[in-house]
């Protein structure tokens, strides 16, 4: 029987990498994405995972954070919908990591990296097919960076190639992309064959641990709905701004043809050589309005002779 556990939802995703026992697989997750010279050796789970998070089905906790042996802040989050301002919230993130570190009369110099990686389902950068992003403080026109400072991670799974065929040996982060989009499709024992390094093994155990609790999976259940239910009133949103946003296009279509009619007729009344209407197409509505006002009393202060 196939898994039947996406590691996208937010309780699978905190259960496998934010449990302390699980460590090591947030590790290698992160080893994967930062090839750092050094990789991170040990790892500690700053908000670790509580059944007590979840208990609100409107509440949706897709972030760990964890800080390594080397004092370097990280947090990582599952993103299945891309929003508006998804890269400013990172910063955000990120910055606000950089700045807690610090506390009342210590120095600027134990300040250690704070960086932010966020897992992506859909496409934030589709114009490009490069799937991770490192973005950095950066002179662009000297080519210096502010290192041990904030970074910023993106990484759009969906980029990677994900052929089961070749999966196996395939570099590290691709694996992870193919746990992430694919292990809900496989029998455990088929899935460790296909990821056979330490860290997808105990992943492995933690997501057949999801499937076989009784309470883990009725709060999985409860959590995939809530998603499910929270990206249709998402797409609904978007659908209905849309068919809003048609309707007030066409309303201001309709006003500027009649704006721009009234002006090229007043034009013709004061013996003026109408704009065209390409010209006056360039023009917002306020300063039609305002055309149309100035003419208007023109034409009346001309009436009044």
């Not at 193919?178 to 990821?195: C, H, I, P, W």
């Not at 949103?237 to 048609?246: C, M, V, Y």
């Not at 009234?262 to 360039?282: A, F, H, M, V, Y």
Request: proline share 5%; aromatic share 6%; hydrophobic share 40%.
């Amino acid at each position: 029987m196939n898994l039947g556990i996406k590691p996208t939802v937010d309780f699978a995703f905190k259960k496998i990498f934010g449990t302390p026992e699980n460590a090591p697989i947030l590790q290698a997750l992160i080893n994967a994405i930062l090839q750092l010279d050094s990789p991170i050796v040990e790892l500690e789970i700053l908000n670790p995972f509580s059944y007590q998070e979840f208990a609100d089905d409107k509440q949706i906790v897709l972030d760990v954070r964890a800080r390594d042996a080397e004092g370097r802040w990280l947090n990582v989050e599952m993103q299945v919908s891309v929003v508006p301002g998804l890269l400013q919230r990172l910063t955000y993130y990120a910055c606000a990591m950089y700045v807690d570190q610090l506390q009342a009369g210590a120095h600027y110099t134990q300040l250690r990296p704070a960086i932010s990686i966020c897992l992506l389902q859909q496409l934030l950068l589709p114009d490009t097919p490069v799937p991770h992003h490192r973005f950095r403080l950066v002179d662009p026109e000297h080519g210096r960076e502010l290192l041990d400072g904030i970074e910023v991670h993106t990484v759009e799974l969906a980029k990677y190639n994900l052929d089961e065929a070749t999966i196996s040996a395939a570099p590290a982060i691709t694996q992870w992309a193919f746990f992430f989009l694919r292990a809900d499709r496989y029998e455990a024992s088929r899935l460790r064959e296909l990821l056979p390094g330490e860290a997808f093994q105990r992943a492995i155990t933690a997501v057949e641990t999801i499937a076989a609790k009784t309470e883990d999976r009725q709060m999985y259940d409860q959590r995939e709905k809530a998603l499910r239910d929270h990206q249709w009133m998402l797409e609904s949103a978007r659908e209905q701004g849309l068919e809003q946003g048609l309707e007030q296009g066409l309303e201001q279509g309709i006003a500027r043809g009649t704006l721009i009619g009234k002006i090229q007729l007043l034009q013709q009344l004061l013996n003026e050589s109408p704009l065209s209407t390409s010209d006056l197409r360039q023009h917002s509505l306020d300063e039609l309005n305002s055309l149309l006002t100035e003419l208007q009393q023109r034409l009346r202060g001309r009436e009044n002779l």
